[in-house]
């Protein structure tokens, strides 16, 4: 039974099914999803410039 619920609980994490949930959840404006796609994109980029300089 635990064998079963790890091995469940790891393919949903590899599958990202709780992102796809949490993202359908509820409607964004496109305006909204763009805005929230470039913080990311910044927040990614600040985050590999901050490595590089260690």
Same mark, same amino acid.
């Given at each position: 039974?635990?064998?079963?619920?790890?091995?469940? $609980? !790891?393919?949903?994490?590899?599958?990202?099914?709780? &992102?796809?949930?949490? +993202?359908?959840?509820?409607?964004?404006?496109?305006?909204? $999803? !763009?805005?929230?796609?470039?913080?990311?994109?910044? &927040?990614?980029?600040? +985050?590999?410039?901050?490595?590089?300089?260690?």
């Amino acid at each position: 039974m635990e064998n079963a619920l790890r091995r469940f $609980k !790891r393919k949903v994490q590899s599958e990202d099914i709780i &992102k796809e949930i949490k +993202k359908h959840s509820y409607y964004m404006k496109p305006g909204e $999803k !763009r805005r929230a796609k470039e913080a990311l994109s910044r &927040k990614r980029l600040r +985050k590999k410039q901050r490595r590089e300089q260690d």
